[in-house]
C-alpha cells in the first residue's frame, strides 16, 4: 500500500521493488523540473544550450526565458513508501525526438502527462504515444499563471478527450509536495488498473 509519505528511506532486509515511470508532456511543460524537484538523487539530465537553430521550430511563446532543451532523456529517481523505488524517465520534449520515446516508454509502468493549459493542443502528441503504449497515466497540468484556475478537471478533461478514469490534477513542477502527489496518485491509479485487468484476465483463464 502506497502511503503519503513518499520520505522514508528502505530499511528493510528486503529489496525494494523498482518501478519505471515515464514523465511525458509537449516542449517546455515542465518535465525537466518535474524530476529535478522530487529527486532524491542528482537528477541525470540532457540539457543542451538551444541556439537559433530552434527559433520558428520550437514554440517559445509561454517560455519566453527558457534557454535549454532536453536532448535525450531526463532521469531521477524517488523511494515512494518504504518499499517501492520510482525510476522517473523524463523524454525530450521536441517533436524531432519522438523516436526516442518508445525507447523510454519500454519497461514503464505507467506515465504523468505534463499539460501546460494554455496550450492545449501542443499535449496531443504526448497522449497519442502514451496511450499507444497502452499505460495508464495521470494528465497533471501546470498552475503557471492565475489563468489556470479558470481551468476545472473536468473542462480539462474534455479540452484533451480524456476517458473519465483518468485522473487530472494540478501540479507545480518547482514544487517537491505537488510533484509527490502526482507520483502517489499515478502509483496508486497505476495499481488499480492493473489489478482490474488481472481480474479480467483471471475470469478468463
Ligand atoms: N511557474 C512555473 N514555471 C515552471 C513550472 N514548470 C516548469 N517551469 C519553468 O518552465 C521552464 C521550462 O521547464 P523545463 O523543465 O525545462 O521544461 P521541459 O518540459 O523539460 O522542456 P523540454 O525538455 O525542452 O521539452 C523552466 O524555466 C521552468 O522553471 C511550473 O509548474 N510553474
Ligand atoms: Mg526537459
Not at 29 to 32: C, D, S, Y
Not at 191 to 195: D, L
Given at each position: 500500500m502506497v502511503s503519503n509519505d513518499c520520505d522514508n528511506a528502505p530499511t528493510?532486509?528486503?529489496e525494494p521493488t523498482a518501478v519505471k515511470l515515464a514523465v511525458a508532456g509537449s516542449f517546455g511543460?515542465?518535465?525537466?523540473t518535474f524530476i529535478g524537484?522530487?529527486?532524491?538523487?542528482r537528477p541525470l539530465s540532457t540539457e543542451a544550450e538551444m541556439t537559433r537553430a530552434s527559433i520558428g521550430v520550437d514554440d517559445l511563446s509561454a517560455t519566453p526565458h527558457k534557454r535549454t532543451t532536453t536532448v535525450a532523456f531526463d532521469y531521477g529517481r524517488r523511494t515512494l513508501d518504504t518499499d517501492t523505488v520510482l525510476h522517473l524517465f523524463g523524454v525530450p520534449g521536441q517533436q524531432r525526438f519522438e523516436e526516442l520515446w518508445h525507447r523510454l516508454f519500454r519497461g514503464a509502468l505507467s506515465a504523468v502527462v505534463l499539460v501546460d493549459t494554455r496550450r492545449f493542443d501542443a499535449?496531443?502528441?504526448a497522449l497519442?504515444?502514451?496511450?499507444?503504449a497502452k499505460?495508464?497515466?495521470v494528465v497533471a497540468h501546470n498552475v503557471w499563471t492565475g489563468e489556470d484556475a479558470r481551468h476545472s478537471p473536468e473542462k480539462i478533461r474534455q479540452h484533451l478527450t480524456l476517458r473519465e478514469q483518468v485522473p487530472v490534477m494540478a501540479c507545480d513542477a518547482r514544487q517537491r509536495d505537488s510533484v509527490r502527489q502526482v507520483l502517489i496518485t499515478l502509483v496508486r491509479y497505476a495499481?488499480?488498473?492493473?489489478?482490474a485487468r488481472g481480474r479480467q484476465e483471471a475470469g478468463r483463464a
Open positions: 528493510g532486509q528486503a511543460v515542465g518535465k525537466t524537484s522530487v529527486s532524491e538523487i499535449s496531443f502528441p497519442d504515444r502514451v496511450e499507444e499505460m495508464p497515466f495499481g488499480r488498473h492493473y489489478a
